[in-house]
C-alpha cells in the first residue's frame, strides 16, 4: 500500500482565493510526522510546514495550515489568500519513528490564476 | 545559516559515462539523503548516511553508490550512464538520524544530469 497518496494531479486556484491540497497516509505507528514542500519549477523542494502526530492543534504557518484529521489519515494543506508565487508542485511527506526515511507522495500542481 | 549546496547545477554526460555529484549539508546536520526525480517516477529515495555509514537504501542497481565524509558532506556516484539516468538528484539533510519522526528534511536545489 502506498504510504502516501495525494489523489490531485493538478489545481486551479484563483489569485486571493483559498485552495486545499488533499493528502492521505497510512502508517501503523503512533508517532509519526506530516510534512509539506512545495516545489516550483527551480527546482527545490522548500520546506512549508510540520504537523507531529501527537500535536492536539493543526499546525499554521503563515498562509499555510495543515488539516489534520488522524482517525482518518488526513493531512491536507490549506493555502490562504493564493499568490501569482504560490504556483508550483506541492509534495506531502511522512516520517515514521521507526525509520529514518521520508515517504513523499507522487505531489499536486497547483497553478494560480490571476 | 547556509542552506542545502549541491555541485554541480546541470551536468551533460554521455552513455556508459560515470558522474560524481556533491552535497554539502546545513551546518550541524549530520544525515544526508539523497533523491532521484524524474517526470515519469515522481520522487525516488535512493539512501541515506548518518556518520559515515549507509542507514537506508531505495531499490536502485548497485551503479548507484555514495559515501558521506567526516565533515557530513556527501557524494554520490552513478557509474556506466543509461539515459534513464536523466534526472533530478536532490540531496537533503537533517540534523540527526535517530528515528525522530519531528525531523525535517532540508533540500538543496538538486543537480540536473542528462545523459546523452
Known amino acids: 500500500a502506498q504510504k502516501i497518496t495525494q489523489t490531485q494531479p493538478g489545481m486551479f486556484v484563483q489569485e486571493k482565493e483559498a485552495v486545499t491540497l488533499d493528502c492521505t497516509y497510512d502508517t501503523s505507528d503512533p508517532s509519526y510526522g506530516l510534512f509539506w514542500y512545495k516545489q516550483p519549477s527551480s527546482g527545490e523542494m522548500i520546506f512549508l510546514i510540520y504537523q507531529g502526530s501527537y500535536d492536539q492543534q493543526n499546525a499554521t504557518e503563515g498562509r499555510y495550515s495543515l488539516n489534520f484529521q488522524k482517525a482518518r489519515k488526513s493531512a491536507n494543506l490549506v493555502i490562504s489568500a493564493s499568490q501569482l508565487g504560490d504556483s508550483a508542485m506541492y509534495f506531502c511527506?511522512?516520517?515514521?519513528?521507526?525509520?529514518?526515511?521520508?515517504?513523499f507522495g507522487t505531489g499536486t500542481s497547483l497553478t494560480v490564476i490571476p | 545559516k547556509a542552506g542545502v549546496t549541491q555541485t554541480p547545477r546541470y551536468l551533460i554526460k554521455t552513455r556508459g559515462q560515470q558522474v560524481t555529484l556533491s552535497c554539502s549539508p546545513i551546518s550541524g546536520h549530520r544525515s544526508v539523503s539523497w533523491y532521484q526525480q524524474t517526470p515519469g517516477q515522481g520522487l525516488q529515495f535512493l539512501f541515506e548516511?548518518?556518520?559515515?555509514?549507509?542507514?537506508n537504501k531505495g531499490n536502485f542497481p548497485g551503479r548507484f553508490s555514495g559515501r558521506q565524509f567526516s565533515n557530513s558532506r556527501s557524494e554520490m556516484n552513478v557509474s556506466t550512464l543509461e539515459l534513464g539516468d536523466s534526472a533530478l538528484y536532490l540531496c537533503?539533510?537533517?540534523?540527526?538520524?535517530?528515528?525522530?519522526?519531528?525531523?525535517?528534511?532540508?533540500f538543496g536545489p538538486g543537480t540536473r544530469l542528462l545523459v546523452l
Open positions: 511527506a511522512m516520517r515514521e519513528v521507526t525509520g529514518n526515511q521520508f515517504y
Open positions: 537533503a539533510s537533517s540534523l540527526v538520524a535517530s528515528g525522530g519522526s519531528q525531523e525535517t528534511q532540508y
Open positions: 548516511y548518518f556518520s559515515e555509514t549507509q542507514r
